[in-house]
């Protein structure tokens, strides 16, 4: 096998596997050679891109390669910098892979010290990042720090529920910072593991490499800050890192499950540190954006599953009843094409219904009048005695028919019974009620922003 071999294998193995896996996993990778033991070696960016290589088109490369030179009969994956990027004083000598790297967001200190970092998932970059209204400033904010360049908002800090994107943005800009700038120290982790390194060097008395490693990056990232919080110690440490990261310009960015301040015991100084750079919430998901994650996951099955057809109206169904969390979605619609492609039949609502009955079981909450006259209650500032109560002033009129729009659209109650939960109303008021708001949402954006808001908090 030369390397003009390999070169010509390139537009057959791109058929096998398609593109986009093409592009990704195979493209990337360096030809170096084989030895007298029939063993040739690739190499591969990093440690995991290697091994994640090997252990899902090592047969099919195998096989591929075995067509052009049948006495090779192994390959070897090995992980180096390329030629062109490599510095002049950097050793050309690649590193042997071990069985199973995972791949690790490390940095290396002036002293070649590796920092500890979390794993980094390689399908979570801002290619993979779908986006909608829900996430749009979160996403901007994200790429605009991952574009490096001077610091213009110290700390980043996002903010959400599960399943909304925190994380998977966390890894974007790790991955699109150390690839736009190979040289710089980029650690990514979580509170977590921040607190048991903080422990550890406590135990072992050494405090100092502890400081001197954290204080040494260009960037910090930290995922899942709460909970650090009622950690006296942790906190402490944590907030000297933190200034003296600012004080060095260095970039930090942050994530949490709420926003700063509404972290129980965390301290002030730090809630106020962490409220002083730029804070964005990564918003409940909305239909659209669910339904465009689902096609946009489709295209990867398709790849894979090129024979197996989908009907209409299965991902609609899906994103309208899975809908608060993204991770649970993605989850159903693998099990979906898993089971499809095993049974040997189309995705269709039959299929749905077999293979996801525990999902659809599970996000069947149900969502009662009284808690959404509670919540309405609550958003207006008025007393639920009022809203549903005999006053007709403007004030408690609007309030009530949006909590009337929302028992309409959000329960399966029938108007009658709906009026009579609003102190006894005829079921035509409750029609004039909801028809009034769905004009309003149309000509008013604060009813409609209300109405949306509302929406998402009583369907998390």
């Known amino acids: 096998m030369t390397k ?62 075995s067509t052009k030179d049948s006495k090779i009969r192994r390959l070897n994956f090995q992980a180096g910098i390329s030629e062109a990027s490599r510095a002049p004083d950097e050793p050309k000598k690649p590193v042997e892979l071990p069985g199973a790297a995972e791949p690790v967001a490390r940095a290396t200190t002036a002293k070649d010290q590796a920092l500890p970092g979390a794993p980094l998932d390689m399908r979570f970059t801002f290619d993979t990042f779908v ?62 593991q921040f607190m048991y390194r903080f422990v550890q060097a406590l135990r072992e008395r050494k405090m100092m490499d502890f400081k001197e490693m954290f204080r040494s990056v260009d960037v910090l990232m930290v995922d899942d800050v709460q909970f650090i919080a009622g950690k006296d110690s942790t906190q402490e440490e944590f907030f000297h890192t933190f200034n003296a990261l600012v004080d060095q310009n260095k970039q930090i960015i942050i994530s949490a499950d709420r926003a700063p301040d509404e972290i129980k015991e ?34 990867g099955y398709r790849e894979m599953h090129p024979g197996l057809e989908i009907d209409d109206g299965v991902l609609e169904f ?45 996000s069947e909450r149900k969502i009662s009048i009284e808690e959404i006259q509670r919540r309405v209650a609550e958003h207006y500032n008025i007393r639920l005695s009022d809203m ?43 029609m004039h009620g909801v028809k009034r708001i769905d004009e309003l949402r149309q000509s008013d954006g604060q009813i409609d922003e209300d109405v949306e808001m509302l929406r998402r908090a009583l369907e998390a």
Request: proline letters at 4%.
């Open 131 to 192: 986006v909608g209204k829900p996430n749009e400033l979160a996403h901007a904010a994200a790429k605009r720090v991952a574009e490096g360049g001077p610091v213009t908002f110290n700390p980043l800090f996002l903010y959400g529920g599960v399943g909304l994107g925190k994380t998977h943005l966390m890894h974007a800009i790790a991955w699109e910072l150390s690839q736009r700038n190979p040289h710089l120290t980029v650690l990514y982790l979580s509170a977590e």
């Open 318 to 362: 899906l994103a309208h009843r899975i809908s608060t969390n993204v991770r649970v979605l993605e989850g159903a619609l693998t099990r979906l094409f898993a089971f499809a492609s095993l049974v040997g039949k189309p995705i269709n609502m039959d299929l749905v219904q077999d293979s996801l009955a525990d999902v659809l079981r599970a």
């Open 388 to 430: 549903i109560g005999p006053k007709r002033v403007r004030n408690f009129a609007r309030p009530r028919q949006v909590a009337m729009y929302l028992c309409k659209k959000l329960t399966s109650r029938s108007l009658p019974e709906i009026g009579r939960r609003f102190g006894g109303r005829d079921h035509t008021t409750v």
């Open 266 to 299: 965390l301290e002030n100084r730090i809630r106020s540190r962490l409220q002083s750079g730029l804070v964005v919430d990564l918003h409940p998901t909305d239909y659209e954006l669910r339904l465009g994650i689902l096609q946009s996951k489709v295209e």
């Open 4 to 65: 003009e071999q390999w070169g010509a294998l390139q537009e057959q193995i791109c058929k096998t596997i398609g593109q986009n896996n093409y592009k990704t996993w195979i493209e990337p990778l360096r030809f170096r050679g084989v030895n007298d033991d029939g063993i040739m070696t690739l190499q591969a960016p990093t440690n995991f891109f290697g091994t994640y290589v090997s252990q899902n088109f090592g047969d099919m490369l195998l096989a591929q390669i």
